[in-house]
């Protein structure tokens, strides 16, 4: 089983600010299906970046995302109020799935 | 649009069974991959099962092989996911999601309570 650790645990910022979240993982993810998902609370996950770098529908260009293997980041260029809320990262590569622990971001 | 709605959850004593639905609709069912996903009060995601578009092929994660099984009825654009032994471990709430192949859209999500 492939083990997603993201860091920091929580990430205190605020409004206007850049987040950079990190997920490692313990081997290589193949051909980068990483994704980035974000929650808040009683909701659903919503999908922000599949195959470690592409947008998904509607995700406003401030979320970015890259890397490759092992080592994946999501970027929030400029903060947003409504971005505060917890992000996950997830493999999908292997015959197992995976999730990371979770990025709370918080407001400072 | 596409519409996941999971059902099926409640209080259930440990060691009994329970089976969850998720219906679909506003997608060609059959066409895709299916997952779930569960999150327990206050913790992450955890990844459950998945199933592929025919059926054909299932995975599950450690914590669950032998004691849950994802199946679907593309007749009836429903996946389910029986689980049987439960644990007071296996509390959550249970999503489903569509596998495209990343889970792009998701439930509401049913929660199942296992309680004496």
């Known amino acids: 089983e492939i083990v997603l650790t993201q860091s920091p645990g929580t990430l205190s910022l605020s409004p206007g600010e850049r987040a950079t979240l990190s997920c490692r993982a313990s081997?290589?993810?193949?051909?980068?299906?990483l994704a980035w998902y974000q929650q808040k609370p009683g909701q659903a996950p919503r999908l922000l970046i599949y195959?470690?770098?592409s947008r998904a529908t509607g995700i406003p260009d401030r979320f970015s995302g890259s890397g490759s293997g092992t080592d994946f980041t999501l970027t929030i260029s400029r903060l947003e109020p409504e971005d505060f809320a917890v992000y996950f990262c997830h493999q999908y590569g292997s015959s197992t799935y995976t999730f990371g622990q979770g990025t709370k971001l918080e407001i400072k | 649009q596409v519409q996941l709605v999971e059902s099926g959850g409640g209080v259930v004593q440990p060691g009994r069974s329970l089976r969850l639905s998720c219906a679909a609709s506003?997608?060609?069912?059959?066409?895709?991959?299916m997952y779930w996903v569960r999150q327990a009060p206050g913790k992450g995601l955890e990844w459950v099962a998945v199933?592929?578009?025919?059926?054909?092929?299932?995975n599950y994660a450690d914590s669950v092989k032998g004691r849950f099984t994802i199946s679907r009825d593309n007749s009836k654009n429903t996946l389910y996911l029986q689980m049987s032994s439960l644990r007071a471990e296996d509390t959550a709430v249970y999503y489903c999601?569509?596998?495209?192949?990343?889970?792009?859209?998701w439930g509401q999500g049913t929660l199942v309570t296992v309680s004496s």
């Open positions: 195959g470690a770098s």
């Open positions: 999601a569509r596998g495209a192949p990343v889970a792009d859209y």
């Open positions: 081997q290589s993810v193949s051909s980068s299906y």
């Open positions: 506003g997608l060609t069912f059959n066409n895709y991959d």
């Open positions: 199933i592929r578009y025919d059926g054909g092929k299932k």
